[in-house]
Nanobody, 123 residues
Framework: QVQLIDSGGGLVQAGGSLRLSCAYSGRTFGRYAAGWFRQAPDKEREFVATISQAGRVTYYADSVKGRFTISRDNAKNTITLQMNSLKPEDTAVYYC????????????????WGQGTQVTVSA
């Protein structure tokens, strides 16, 4: 059974940084592509970043490109989202997710999800 546990959220001022982590447990982690999504109040869940099974390929939403970095450590079964130059519009609950095989920007294509971690950026 696959389980994901998100952590690392918090309150930060605009321009600051946060590092989100996602701990994976279950079958072979290296078979899964991973992604981060976020959902702000009264908005739909949106794609943030995704990373391939071996970590060689990454894609980002235009809104976070150049500020956020997704990475993974297959030996430690972790997925990380480093967020720099945070803006108030980055405020949301952030979720990690995994899916077998290829990366995807579509939340509907992810099979397993973390519980989410709140990120709040003050102006």
């Amino acid at each position: 059974q696959v389980q994901l546990i998100d952590s690392g959220g918090g309150l930060v001022q605009a321009g600051g940084s946060l590092r989100l982590s996602c701990a994976y447990s279950g079958r072979t982690f290296g078979r899964y592509a991973a992604g981060w999504f976020r959902q702000a109040p009264d908005k739909e869940r949106e794609f943030v970043a995704t990373i391939s099974q071996a970590g060689r390929v990454t894609y980002y939403a235009d809104s976070v490109k150049g500020r956020f970095t997704i990475s993974r450590d297959n030996a430690k079964n972790t997925i990380t989202l480093q967020m720099n130059s945070l803006k108030p519009e980055d405020t949301a609950v952030y979720y990690c997710a995994v899916r077998l095989d290829l990366t995807s920007r579509r939340s509907s294509e992810y099979e397993y999800w973390g519980q989410g971690t709140q990120v709040t950026v003050s102006a």
